[in-house]
Nanobody, 114 residues
Framework: VQLVESGGGVVQQGESLTLSCAAT????????MSWYRQAPGKERESVAS????????GYADAVEGRFTISRDNDKNMVYLQMNDLKPEDTGVYYC????????WGQGTQVTVSS
């Protein structure tokens, strides 16, 4: 089982980034997928989630209206489009899968400077 995130980087406030997560080794098409983040000194928190078909999506209040989660079940990929980034969005972003068991990616760093 592997979840591999990519797309992180350093951006200025107000800019955009798209994170990608490539999934292998489990039933991705039947999995509930999420993005989490962890800021320095803080607990890991859920940012966005999407159901197996993509019909249902949910967001943390802090990112509602700025972030969009999506998935491509043909490519076993999940994405997080992040717009209007703010310094408080800085952290390590993790891809998470729930399919019988839970799986985590290694994380990708997002840094937003003011």
């Amino acid at each position: 089982v592997q979840l591999v995130e990519s797309g992180g980087g350093v951006v200025q406030q107000g800019e955009s980034l798209t994170l990608s997560c490539a999934a292998t080794g489990f039933g991705f098409k039947d999995s509930f997928m999420s993005w989490y983040r962890q800021a320095p000194g803080k607990e890991r928190e859920s940012v966005a989630s999407i159901t197996s078909t993509g019909a249902g999506r949910g967001y943390a209040d802090a990112v509602e209206g700025r972030f969009t989660i999506s998935r491509d079940n043909d490519k076993n990929m999940v994405y997080l489009q992040m717009n209007d980034l703010k310094p408080e969005d800085t952290g390590v972003y993790y891809c998470h899968a729930r399919f019988v068991n839970e799986y985590w990616g290694q994380g990708t760093q997002v840094t937003v400077s003011s």
